[in-house]
């Protein structure tokens, strides 16, 4: 799974919209002005960045060596994925799915429930 599908797959997450607050080389995914991914490429190699649980982002850092920190973010709650293809593409997809319900979840309700048209 290439970069341009990742970029594909998070946008067809309701509400999702791409923006570039960091310049055009960093695309941050965004569902209601909060970010649940960021694209980017740094030394040569594309990564990921997700929002993710503190404890389960452990797990994955200890499971993955392509899965770090989140550079330049919360190193708490995010990861960066490096993708040099060690980690399977259902897992990715998993993960992006994590980081949108993460956000979505801490959206106020009347967001959540007003619609897409109120992001």
């Given at each position: 799974?290439?970069?341009?599908?990742?970029?594909?797959?998070?946008?067809?997450k309701?509400?999702?919209?791409?923006?570039?607050?960091?310049?055009?080389?960093?695309i941050v995914i965004k569902i209601a002005s909060k970010m649940f991914?960021?694209?980017?490429?740094?030394?040569?190699?594309?990564?990921?960045?997700l929002?993710?649980?503190?404890?389960y982002?452990?797990?994955?850092r200890q499971q993955y060596p392509?899965?770090?920190p989140g550079y330049h973010l919360n190193k708490r709650h995010w990861?960066?994925?490096i993708l040099d293809g060690s980690i399977p593409e259902r897992e990715i997809r998993?993960?992006?799915?994590?980081?949108?319900?993460?956000?979505?979840?801490?959206?106020p309700r009347r967001v959540r429930t007003g619609g897409q048209g109120d992001w």
């Open positions: 799974m290439d970069s341009k599908d990742l970029f594909s797959y998070c946008l067809i309701p509400g999702a919209i791409e923006d570039y607050p960091f310049g055009p080389e960093v991914a960021l694209l980017s490429r740094r030394n040569g190699q594309d990564n990921l960045s929002k993710c649980n503190p404890d982002s452990e797990i994955l392509s899965i770090t990861n960066t994925l998993d993960l992006i799915d994590h980081s949108y319900d993460l956000v979505y979840k801490s959206l």
